[in-house]
């Protein structure tokens, strides 16, 4: 059975940081590109930041030079460290597990932790 568990999420105050983690399992995690998505209220998520299994890295315009994702291939885990936090970074955030190939499976995603940014 595979399980994306996000953890991390909370409230902070414009300017602070947060450090959000997806663990998994039931997956050959190594080979997988990990995302983090974000969305707001009546909106469709959008990629907030991805990791391949080369760890090469892709972030949003809106979060590029404050927020860092990266990989720990041997705790099975993605972090998304979050700095300089504002208001709009408010949503819930979830984690995505991509295979390189269908043959490995599909798409997964974790249940979401919320990121509230307010003072």
């Known amino acids: 059975q595979v399980q994306l568990v996000e953890s991390g999420g909370g409230l902070v105050q414009p300017g602070g940081s947060l450090r959000l983690s997806c663990a998994a399992s039931g997956i050959m995690f190594s080979i997988y590109t990990m995302g983090w998505y974000r969305q707001y209220p009546g909106k469709q998520r959008e990629l907030v930041a991805s990791i391949t299994s080369g760890r090469s890295t892709n972030y949003a315009d809106s979060v590029k030079g404050r927020f860092t994702i990266s990989r720990d291939n041997a705790a099975n885990t993605v972090y998304l460290q979050m700095n300089s936090l504002k208001p709009e970074d408010t949503a819930v955030y979830s984690c995505?597990?991509?295979?390189?190939?269908?043959?490995?499976?599909?798409?997964?995603w974790g249940q979401g932790t919320q990121v509230t940014v307010s003072s």
């Open positions: 995505k597990a991509a295979p390189p190939s269908k043959v490995y499976g599909d798409d997964y």
